[in-house]
């Protein structure tokens, strides 16, 4: 039985993305993984690298990801660990973690490092995200769920939160204050 997952973080601007076409950041990187053989772990890595398409923002990520978890394996995950920008741990562990109230002694965060060239710009854009996110935790009102709306060009359907019976609250859930249903790992 599967157990741990991790998420890998990506979310790409509206002109990004429509430069690119409907495929998904997720799809690309598992295309170019695909087209290096894996890095030399094809027979390890390929038949456990799966692609969540719909997240627009980073909570969504988050969130969108344990429901693909638990589309694909039938539970929810007991570990998790993000690996994403070094300088992006703290709004991961403390408001995202938090918000959908996964155990914190469980949630994992691997950072690796910007480039030195864009470092100070991200750190003040992540200050930024951060404090929308401390004011809007679920990115459902003001700027954050206009960014979001933004990031889906082609107005794609999430099919979230069928597959997800559980948390689905969660999913409808718009406060600044923390969600207080039922979870399945709380």
Same mark, same amino acid.
């Given at each position: 039985?599967?157990?741990?997952?991790?998420?890998?973080?990506?979310?790409? @601007?509206?002109?990004?993305?429509?430069?690119?076409?409907?495929?998904?950041?997720?799809?690309?990187?598992?295309?170019?993984?695909?087209?290096?053989?894996?890095?030399?772990?094809?027979?390890?890595?390929?038949?456990?690298?799966?692609?969540?398409?719909?997240?627009?923002?980073?909570?969504?990520?988050?969130?969108?990801?344990?429901?693909?978890?638990?589309?694909?394996?039938?539970?929810?995950?007991?570990?998790?660990?993000?690996?994403?920008?070094?300088?992006?741990?703290?709004?991961?562990?403390?408001?995202?973690? @938090?918000?959908?109230?996964?155990?914190?002694?469980?949630?994992?965060?691997?950072? =690796?490092?910007?480039? =030195?060239?864009?470092?100070?710009?991200?750190?003040?854009?992540?200050?930024?995200?951060? =404090?929308?996110?401390?004011?809007?935790?679920?990115?459902?009102?003001?700027?954050?769920?206009?960014?979001?709306?933004?990031?889906?060009?082609?107005?794609?359907?999430?099919?979230?939160?069928?597959?997800?019976?559980?948390?689905?609250?969660?999913?409808?859930?718009?406060?600044?204050?923390?969600?207080?249903?039922?979870?399945?790992?709380?």
């Amino acid at each position: 039985m599967v157990k741990n997952f991790v998420v890998w973080l990506s979310q790409s @601007s509206k002109l990004e993305m429509e430069d690119a076409g409907p495929r998904s950041e997720a799809q690309s990187y598992w295309m170019v993984a695909e087209s290096k053989g894996w890095f030399g772990n094809q027979e390890k890595v390929r038949w456990k690298a799966l692609t969540e398409e719909h997240a627009r923002d980073s909570f969504e990520n988050l969130l969108f990801s344990v429901c693909r978890f638990r589309e694909l394996t039938g539970s929810y995950p007991q570990n998790i660990t993000v690996v994403g920008y070094d300088f992006k741990k703290e709004r991961f562990v403390n408001l995202h973690r @938090s918000a959908i109230r996964f155990p914190e002694l469980r949630f994992f965060y691997l950072g =690796t490092p910007a480039a =030195t060239s864009s470092r100070e710009a991200a750190l003040k854009g992540e200050a930024l995200v951060r =404090t929308q996110f401390e004011h809007d935790p679920y990115a459902c009102l003001g700027s954050l769920r206009r960014k979001k709306i933004g990031r889906d060009p082609f107005h794609r359907s999430i099919p979230y939160p069928n597959g997800c019976p559980e948390i689905q609250g969660l999913f409808r859930y718009c406060s600044a204050s923390p969600y207080t249903g039922s979870l399945p790992w709380a």
